[in-house]
């Protein structure tokens, strides 16, 4: 979708006056069907991802899957050398069943560690991040949704989108400043 | 303006009923203002202070740890006093960004961040010691399990193995729970960002974040899961760490209370660092409608009751100690009190300790600043002189007498400790300047406005009470 200047649309997208204003916004956009479409807040608002339709965030596996691959990790790092590679006898304690315990400390630590690398690079990874450049930075006004401003943005690529209809259902849903954002 | 809280409503977080943008100018002004004189002359001490550090630094290690004033009976003393201190202020940190947030105080959000840094740096200062300890810092490598040509490999039943993963694990984990806390906010810096140059490195370091919802979904359950796995983190280093004693057979050492007493003691130390950074940084940069006496006063009482545990503790030894029957661990604490340390004790242990944090039971001492600072000062003090006592007291009068001995620090552990001092604080003085000094993106959140339902007749209307209490 082009506009009369030759522009690649974006998106359509509109500024709300408060975090509450956006949140029955966002309602009224995931009743009239819309898929691809996001809002943009300072803050994570409580109850946003309902309003918008979204599920529970999976990044829990991508943890889960961290703290598993550093338990083995730390199992293999102790044992192999402990019991293969150099097995050594302190305090007459030999590495064998019973001594077992001694070793859960590091297994825990790493445990914890791979979570943590887990979570980090999924919030990325899941986030598309890092992305320096995006067409929602086209849109002089959007530098405020970092600080006061609340914005709701329609894709282009929404297979409901038109002009006429986005425009509308923005207008209509409370939101102000309502303007087509270029892709390039 | 009363942030005094009432039975049934909840004193507002921020004060005089600030809106989003006030916050993100005066939290984004610290960076972006040109730096209060007051800051150029505590720079100019701690920078002084932390030069004279890294010379003691150079100094011992061309040199040798022969400099410091280490000797039988004493093989650790200032070094590991100085470890353990730096370590346990690193705590507060993670307590208040992963513990409070679970438990849903939605006050940690004015003093998340600073403290996480804090825990930061405190780390760093740590890690310095038992590095330097190791003797030929270059071997410091030895510690890793990395396959050498010699076939050697650790003992990973070791407490000290078990403290090398556990306190850089803790620093990884920290820097990674900052980071991520830190990227919404460093998203507002770069959209105020008005050089070129703030542009492109706020920008790099802010990966492009939009505040899209759908990426603070992911955003949410990552910081909750970050809190979730710290949460057993934070407790396991303090442990750790005192395993390092107490799986000893030392009198003093040798304690299975340890782990539990070393951990509240961390968080009693970290929060007194806390205030001690922020009640000065608070005001040098007019922060008092977002660190408010509310703040300080939850913080004053969780120094109370981590410093009365710690005092029960303190007690409980005793009890242990004269229970056991065992003569070396009731001559151990005999020692203790009446020995040649005997000032450290009274002094660091029962007055800055135990005695000075129960002003907090009164409210007028919560909420004086002068007064929590004193109380601060003292625990400071108190906790380093509590490592010292544990760690030199145990080890200068163990079971024979013909090798009793004491410790006497050279000039050059007294000015490493007193450079980490001004390390530490010139790291926290250039993050205040560099970076947003409290989580902008979280204390919007307190706001009433912050609140979907704000303002609507259906929702709950909670401007008269400052905003609900539940996130």
Redesign the interface.
């Known amino acids: 979708m082009r506009t009369p200047f030759g522009h690649n649309v974006y998106a359509m997208a509109a500024e709300y006056p408060?975090?509450?204003a956006l949140?029955?916004a966002?309602k009224i956009v995931r009743d009239a069907g819309f898929k691809r479409w996001?809002?943009?807040?300072?803050?994570?608002?409580?109850?946003?991802?309902e309003?918008?339709g979204?599920k529970?965030?999976w990044?829990?596996g991508w943890?889960l899957f961290g703290?598993i691959s550093g338990l083995l990790t730390a199992v293999l790092?102790?044992f192999g050398?402990?019991s293969i590679?150099?097995p050594?006898d302190?305090h007459g304690?030999p590495t064998n069943f019973m001594?077992v315990p001694?070793?859960f400390?590091?297994m825990?630590?790493?445990t914890?560690?791979f979570?943590?690398?887990g979570?980090?690079f999924?919030?990325?990874i899941?986030?598309g991040?890092?992305?320096?450049?995006?067409p929602?930075?086209n849109w002089d006004r959007f530098?405020?949704?970092?600080?006061?401003g609340f914005f709701l943005v329609i894709e282009a690529r929404d297979p409901r989108f038109t002009e006429v209809e986005a425009r509308e259902l923005l207008e209509k849903s409370g939101g102000q400043h309502v303007t087509i954002i270029h892709d390039d | 303006m009363d942030s005094v809280e009432e039975p049934l409503s909840r004193a507002p977080l921020v004060l005089n009923r600030r809106?989003?943008?006030w916050l993100?100018e005066r939290i984004s002004g610290v960076v972006e203002q040109p730096a209060p004189r007051w800051w150029w002359v505590c720079f100019t001490i701690t920078g002084t202070i932390a030069t004279f550090g890294l010379f003691c630094l150079g100094y011992q290690i061309s040199t040798g740890v022969g400099t410091w004033g280490l000797n039988h009976p004493v093989g650790w003393a200032w070094d590991i006093t100085n470890f353990v201190f730096w370590i346990g202020i690193g705590h507060a940190g993670t307590l208040i960004s992963a513990i409070l947030y679970l438990l849903r105080q939605r006050w940690r959000t004015s003093i998340n961040r600073s403290a996480e840094a804090m825990t930061l740096f405190a780390v760093m200062c740590a890690a310095i010691f038992p590095g330097v300890h190791v003797g030929r810092v270059w071997m410091a490598w030895y510690l890793a399990?990395l396959p050498n040509n010699w076939?050697?490999?650790?003992?990973?039943?070791?407490?000290l193995?078990?403290d090398v993963?556990?306190v850089s694990?803790y620093f990884?984990?920290s820097v990674?729970?900052w980071?991520?806390g830190l990227i919404?906010d460093l998203?507002?810096l770069?959209?105020?960002a008005t050089t070129k140059i703030r542009k492109f490195l706020f920008?790099?370091f802010a990966?492009?974040?939009?505040?899209?919802?759908?990426?603070?979904?992911?955003?949410?359950?990552?910081y909750l899961?970050?809190a979730g796995?710290?949460t057993?983190?934070v407790l396991?280093v303090h442990s750790?760490v005192s395993?390092d004693f107490a799986t000893s057979i030392l009198p003093t050492w040798h304690t299975t209370i340890f782990p539990p007493y070393f951990v509240a003691g961390a968080i009693f130390g970290g929060f007194a660092m806390v205030l001690t950074l922020l009640i000065p940084a608070r005001a040098m940069f007019k922060l008092h409608d977002i660190i408010t006496p509310q703040h300080i006063d939850k913080m004053a009482k969780i120094i109370l009751l981590t410093g009365s545990f710690v005092g029960y503790a303190y007690m409980m030894e005793f009890f242990t100690a004269w229970y056991s029957g065992n003569s070396y661990e009731r001559f151990a604490f005999w020692n203790r009190v009446f020995g040649p340390y005997w000032w450290y004790w009274w002094v660091g242990m029962l007055f800055c300790n135990m005695l000075s944090p129960q002003l907090f039971w009164f409210r007028w001492c919560r909420r004086n600043v002068y007064v929590v600072y004193f109380v601060c000062m003292c625990v400071n003090a108190g906790m380093w002189f509590e490592r010292f006592i544990i760690i030199v007291g145990g080890l200068h009068r163990d079971f024979i007498p013909s090798s009793w001995g004491m410790f006497y620090p050279t000039w050059v552990d007294l000015w490493t400790y007193i450079g980490t001092l001004g390390i530490f604080t010139s790291l926290f003085l250039l993050f205040v300047r560099f970076l947003p000094m409290i989580a902008?993106?979280?204390v919007?959140?307190t706001l009433p406005?912050?609140?979907?339902?704000?303002?609507?007749t259906n929702g709950q209307h909670p401007a008269a009470a400052g905003g609900k209490e539940r996130?």
């Open positions: 408060s975090a509450a949140y029955e966002a996001d809002v943009h807040s300072p803050f994570p608002i409580h109850g946003m991802d309003a918008m979204l529970k965030s990044l829990s943890v703290g790092m102790e050398p402990s590679l150099y050594l302190v304690k001594t001694a070793f400390p590091i825990f630590e790493m914890v560690l979570s943590a690398f979570a980090f999924a919030v990325l899941m986030n991040l890092p992305r320096p450049h995006h929602i930075f530098s405020r949704a970092t600080n006061d | 809106n989003f943008s993100t399990p076939g050697i490999w650790q003992n990973f039943r070791s407490p193995m078990w993963f556990a694990t990884t984990v990674l729970f980071y991520t919404p998203a507002t770069r959209d105020r920008g790099f990966c492009g974040w939009r505040g899209s919802n759908r990426n603070w979904r992911h955003y949410e359950m990552a899961l970050l796995i710290s057993p983190l396991s750790v395993f902008m993106s979280e919007k959140i406005e912050a609140d979907a339902h704000y303002g609507s996130m």
